[in-house]
């Protein structure tokens, strides 16, 4: 029989905070659901601990490949093995209280307009102790006007936690879930905002874990080969990448014609609000395609080249 709920972990040498995360899902008290594991490469105890879990509760599914393929690859993998009418992903530092899963199955069972469900969040440390109560939102993101739910989404400076809630399958797989860039996940949001509304739930029951160690933060001096061991060296131009996104959401998402100029109008506010990014992406392109002579001018442009940037698990910026 499938499950109502596919939660897909993806995990890369995570021993230290697996057991945690694990125990977390596996006592929700919404239990109509399948754990699905891939373990990209792990050379730690990872995949002891999820054979152990495996063995003991049979809703866990556990994958795993020997060499690591990349974030990106991984995220993407759990969702192609999910079966469930609703998928959520999960990290294996994070943490949901019990009622996680129970509270957001109520609110879309109940309410098809609904897309996506997550929760207001406490962060927490290495240790477990809270940090931080997580407070910004997304604005109107339960609106039912789509092109205010978008420009919330882009605009507010926000950590992307809500790509950790519960989503409706079908609507997740007519996306191009996680690209192997950096803050896809901002694109992610922003395409399924114009898709459906979201719900936050006030209670704080998702737990995410801030920690020296966490593999994002790790791999800060490569990201892009963290999402995807073939970009490793290779020239990352995210904000054009993300206005070409944005660009191609509003086109194939299914909106009336006053919704879409309306989104394309937004997009341009988003232009007006990071031109310098933009305008340092295009220096540093033009550097790498125009001759020798006219390479040298463009080294007096004032201003560091936007590389990776600032990436880690929730962030948009």
Not at 267 to 273: E, L, P, T
């Amino acid at each position: 029989m499938v499950a109502r709920v596919s939660i897909g972990l993806p995990v890369y040498n995570g021993e230290n905070y697996l057991a945690e995360a694990l125990d977390s899902l596996l006592s929700q008290t919404y239990a109509d659901f399948e754990l699905i594991i891939s373990d990209n490469g792990s050379t730690d105890g990872t995949e002891r601990i999820c054979r152990e879990y495996c063995g003991r509760d049979p809703r866990v599914r556990y994958y795993r490949v020997e060499e690591n393929q990349g974030a990106a690859w991984n995220f993407n993998r759990v969702f192609d093995l999910a079966t469930a009418p609703y998928f959520k992903w999960a990290a294996h530092d994070d943490r949901c209280m019990p009622t996680y899963l129970e509270r957001c199955m109520d609110k879309l069972e109940s309410d098809p307009s609904v897309v996506l469900c997550h929760s207001r969040a406490t962060v927490i440390d290495d240790s477990g102790r809270p940090v931080e109560d997580y407070a910004v939102g997304l604005g109107r993101i339960d609106s039912p006007r789509p092109r205010d739910r978008f420009i919330d989404t882009i605009l507010i400076r926000h950590r992307c936690y809500h790509v950790f809630g519960v989503i409706r399958r079908d609507v997740l797989a007519r996306t191009p879930r996680i690209a192997n860039y950096i803050g896809s996940d901002l694109p992610l949001l922003a395409e399924l905002s114009l898709r459906g509304r979201f719900c936050e739930l006030p209670e704080r029951l998702f737990i995410p874990r801030d920690h020296e160690q966490r593999s994002a933060r790790a791999a800060l001096s490569n990201l892009p080969a963290w999402f995807d061991p073939h970009s490793d060296g290779k020239v990352v131009f995210r904000y054009w990448r993300f206005l070409w996104q944005y660009l191609r959401c509003v086109r194939v998402a299914p909106l009336p014609r006053g919704e879409r100029l309306a989104c394309y109008a937004r997009i341009g506010r988003w232009v007006c609000r990071y031109p310098l990014r933009l305008a340092k992406d295009f220096v540093l392109a033009a550097r790498l395609v125009c001759p020798a002579p006219v390479r040298r001018a463009l080294r007096s442009v004032r201003g560091r080249d936007v590389g990776p940037g600032r990436m880690r698990k929730g962030s948009s910026d």
